[in-house]
C-alpha cells in the first residue's frame, strides 16, 4: 500500500525547505551612516551588505532642502567562485583584507573658473584626472581677460595654477557695479511641482550669482523643497543664462497597495502541467491535476495594505495620499485563518482548490467519469469517487476510500480506508487491489486482492489470490468461489467453492493472518540459508584456527580471511537471532488470535478443493453440500453449515456502501 504517512512528512518537510532573508530598513543623514546603522542592526561587516535605496537623501543647499537616506539593507549571498581568481578575491573578501575597490580613473583635464565677488575676482583651478592635461597660465588669463578684468595679481594667479587646489582664491580686484549684476527670475509651474530659475549674464562690472544669493532667492519665492543641490552647484561654477533651468521638484503623493492574497498553490487549472521525467518525456498517465494538501499547510497568505506616502510641492505643502484598501481572507470549506491573522491553513488533508473566490480544501474527489488516459492516475489525500470505470493501466491510490460505480479492469487501486465497487473486478491477470480496511464488490475475476479486514462480494470470486486479514464472505444469489488462492484468518464462506468440471484449483486457507504466514515463511527461508552459510564457514574458520595455532601466525591474505570470516560470523548470528526473536514475535500474535478458521459452503463445495486450516490441509475428494470445515480435537473435519460469525456491511447492490 501506498505510505501517505511518508508522503504527508515529505509534503510538510517540503512546506519548511523555503528560506527568508532577514531585511532591515533604517535612515541616515548619508549613505555611509545609513549602511553603518543597517550592519549593525543585522550584525554584518559593512562589505557583507546589500542594499536598496529606498529613498535618496540630500545635505541641502545652504541649509534649504536638507533629507535623510533611507534604505533597505540585506545580507549579500555569496556565490560558489568558479575559479582560483574568483576563490582568490572571495577569501580576500571574507578575510576582510585590503581590496582595491577605487572606481576606474577617468581621464579629465584640469579646468579653470572665474567669478566676480562684491570682495574682487577669484579664480579656481582644478587638477587633472587620468591622464588628462594640467590647465595652464595662458588658460587662466584668457578667462580672466574675457571678462574685461585688468586690477590683477599675475603672481597669485601663477600660484593658484601651479596649486590647483579646485578652491576660489582672490586674484584681484575690479570696480563693482551693483547693476549690472546677475539677474535670476524665479517660475513655479505644474501646480507649484516644478521650480525653475532663468538667469540673465552680467554687466560690465556686475557680480556673478553667489551660493547665498541664490538661496535668498529660492526662499524669497518659497522654494524651499525637493530643491537639486547638484543643480545648483554646477550653476555656481557653469552658469547658464536664458535658459529655463529645473532647480527644484516636489514629490507626488504615492497611494498605498492594496492588500492581495498570495496563493500557495496553482488557482488556474489550466496552468498546470503533465509531470516529466528525466529525460524530458512526458508521462500522459501522470497528469498533475490534484493539488494535494496536508492538514495544517499553509495555502495563502494575505499581504497587508500599504499606507500611503505623502508628497510635498516646493513650496513645502502637504500632499496627502490615500491608504490601501484591505480585504477580508478568502476562507472556504475545511480551511482556516492563522494565529497571525494573515495565513490561510488547511484544516484536513484533500485537494484545495480554488473556486467563486474562496479556498476550499475537499476531502472528497469525484471523478464524473471514467478513469482513464484523459484523467491520468490518480493520488488522493482523501476519498475519491470514480462515477465511470477504471480502465486498463491506470492507478488510483486514496488515503480515505476509493468508491467505483462502474467496473476495475486491469488496474491498480490502492486505499487506507475502504475499496468498494459496484460493478465487479475485471483483472485480467494484472489487476491490484489493496485495502487498509474492506473490499466491497459484486465479483472479483483474475485479480490480487489485500484487505486489511473483510473482502465482501456478492456475485463471486474467479481465478483470483485473495488475502483478508479477518474474512472472506460471497454472500449473493450466485456467490461462488472458483479457482485462486484465498486467505483469511477467521473464515471463507461462500454459496459455492471449487469447480464442478474441475481442473481449476481453488485453494481456501483458513486460522492465520496471510500476512504474519508470508512473514514466517520467509524467516524460515532466510533462517535455512543463514544457517547453512554459517555452517560451512564455520569450517573454513576452524580450519584456518587451526593453521595458526600450528604455525602461530598466517600469511597477510590469510589473516585477512580468517577476520573476514570472523566478521560475517558475527553478522549471521546476529541476524538468526533477530529473525528467532520475529518469529516468536509473529508466533505469539498468531497464537492469540481467537478464531481458529473454518472454511464454509452453504450450498456445495467440489472435489479438488484444498481446504487449509493453520497446519491442516485435506484436499476434498468428495461433493460436499451445506458444510463447514472446522478443527475438532486436532483434526481437519466436515460439520453441518454456519452462517458467517458476523455480518459484514453490506456489499453494494448498485448502491453506495457505506
Known amino acids: 500500500m501506498i505510505d501517505f504517512a511518508l508522503l504527508q512528512q515529505r509534503m510538510k518537510e517540503r512546506l519548511e525547505e523555503d528560506r527568508t532573508i532577514k531585511i532591515v530598513e533604517v535612515v541616515g543623514s548619508s549613505l555611509e551612516a545609513a549602511a553603518a546603522q543597517a550592519a549593525a542592526l543585522l550584525n554584518l561587516p559593512v562589505r557583507r551588505l546589500e542594499y536598496e535605496v529606498a529613498e535618496k537623501g540630500s545635505s541641502g543647499f545652504m541649509g534649504v532642502g536638507n533629507k535623510n537616506w533611507k534604505i533597505r539593507a540585506y545580507e549579500r549571498l555569496v556565490a560558489k567562485p568558479e575559479s582560483a581568481e574568483a576563490a582568490e578575491e572571495a577569501i580576500v573578501e571574507e578575510l576582510g583584507l585590503a581590496v582595491d575597490t577605487a572606481p576606474k580613473i577617468v581621464d579629465a583635464d584640469g579646468t579653470v573658473f572665474i567669478r566676480l565677488k562684491p570682495a574682487g575676482v577669484f579664480l579656481k583651478v582644478t587638477a587633472p584626472t587620468g591622464s588628462g592635461s594640467r590647465a595652464t597660465e595662458v588658460q587662466a588669463h584668457t578667462a580672466l581677460s574675457a571678462r574685461s578684468l585688468k586690477n590683477i595679481d599675475t603672481a597669485m594667479v ?70 537639486k543641490e547638484d543643480v545648483l552647484r554646477d550653476i555656481i561654477d557653469r552658469p547658464m543664462y536664458k535658459e529655463s533651468i529645473l532647480v527644484a521638484e516636489g514629490t507626488p503623493p504615492e497611494d ?47 499581504i497587508p495594505a500599504e499606507n500611503g506616502k505623502s508628497g510635498s510641492t516646493v513650496t513645502g505643502k502637504m500632499l496627502p495620499a490615500k491608504n490601501g484598501k484591505d480585504i477580508l481572507l478568502p476562507l472556504g470549506n475545511n480551511v482556516r485563518a492563522g494565529d497571525d491573522g494573515v495565513t490561510i491553513l488547511a484544516e484536513l488533508n484533500g485537494q484545495v482548490v480554488f473556486s467563486a473566490g474562496k479556498i476550499n480544501v475537499e476531502p472528497v474527489y469525484v471523478v464524473s467519469g471514467n478513469v482513464n ?44 480506508g475502504d475499496i468498494i465497487v459496484h460493478q465487479g473486478i475485471q483483472g485480467k491477470n494484472g489487476g491490484i487491489v489493496r485495502s487498509g480496511k474492506n473490499v466491497f464488490a459484486r465479483f472479483i475475476e483474475n485479480c490480487s486482492i489485500e484487505s486489511g479486514d473483510s473482502v465482501i462480494v456478492s456475485d463471486g470470486i474467479v481465478n483470483s489470490n485473495v488475502d483478508a486479514f479477518k474474512r472472506i464472505i460471497c454472500n449473493g444469489k450466485r456467490a461462488h468461489i472458483v479457482g485462486g488462492r484465498l486467505r483469511a484468518t477467521e473464515e471463507i464462506n461462500a454459496k459455492s467453492i471449487g ?28 533462517r535455512t540459508a543463514a544457517t547453512e552459510e554459517l555452517a560451512q564457514l564455520q569450517l573454513n574458520l576452524q580450519t584456518l584456527i587451526n593453521i595458526k595455532k600450528q604455525r602461530k601466525s598466517l600469511p597477510e591474505d590469510k589473516e585477512s580471511q580468517l577476520n573476514d570470516l570472523m566478521e560475517r ?47 491442516l490441509e485435506e484436499q476434498v475428494r468428495d461433493e460436499c453440500k451445506a458444510v463447514t470445515f472446522v478443527v475438532q480435537d486436532g483434526l481437519l473435519r466436515a460439520t453441518h453449515y454456519e452462517e458467517p460469525k458476523i455480518k459484514a456491511p453490506g456489499a453494494p447492490d448498485g448502491n453506495s456502501a457505506h
Not at 496552468?271 to 499547510?297: A, H, L, P, Y
Not at 481449476?504 to 527461508?525: R, W
Not at 505469539?588 to 464454509?600: I, M, P, T, W, Y
Request: net charge negative; with cysteine; aromatic share 6%.
Open 158 to 227: 601663477t600660484r593658484t595654477v601651479k596649486a590647483a587646489a579646485g578652491e576660489y582664491v582672490l586674484v584681484g580686484s575690479f570696480e563693482h557695479n551693483a547693476v549690472n549684476d546677475v539677474s535670476v527670475a524665479v517660475g513655479i509651474t505644474a501646480g507649484d511641482m516644478e521650480a525653475r530659475i532663468t538667469m540673465m549674464a552680467p554687466g560690465l562690472g556686475g557680480c556673478d550669482i553667489s551660493e547665498e544669493g541664490l538661496a535668498d532667492i529660492l526662499r524669497g519665492n518659497q522654494v524651499v523643497y525637493g530643491i
Open 256 to 302: 498605498g497597495r492594496d492588500a492581495y492574497i498570495q496563493y500557495d498553490f496553482e488557482t488556474d487549472p489550466s496552468q498546470m502541467r503533465m509531470r516529466e521525467s528525466s529525460d524530458g518525456r512526458v508521462d500522459f498517465k501522470e497528469m498533475n491535476t490534484i493539488q494535494n494538501v496536508v492538514e495544517g499547510q499553509p495555502l495563502a497568505r494575505k
Open 373 to 416: 488516459v484523459t484523467t491520468g492516475n490518480i493520488i488522493f489525500l482523501g476519498t475519491v469517487i470514480i462515477n465511470g470505470n477504471v480502465e486498463d493501466g491506470l492507478t488510483v491510490k486514496a488515503e480515505g476510500n476509493i468508491e467505483v460505480k462502474g467496473t476495475v479492469e486491469k488496474a491498480e487501486l490502492d486505499a487506507e
Open 499 to 526: 469447480s464442478p468440471e474441475g481442473g481449476t484449483e481453488t485453494i481456501c486457507e483458513v486460522g492465520f493472518d496471510p500476512k504474519s504466514k508470508e512473514q514466517l515463511e520467509l524467516l524460515a527461508a532466510n
Open 569 to 615: 560470523r558475527k553478522e549471521l548470528t546476529e541476524a538468526l537471532k533477530r529473525d528467532k526473536e520475529e518469529w516468536d514475535r509473529i508466533q505469539e500474535f498468531l497464537n492469540s488470535l481467537k478464531a481458529v478458521g473454518r472454511v464454509s459452503a452453504s450450498q456445495k463445495l467440489y472435489p479438488g478443493t484444498r481446504i487449509i486450516i493453520r497446519e
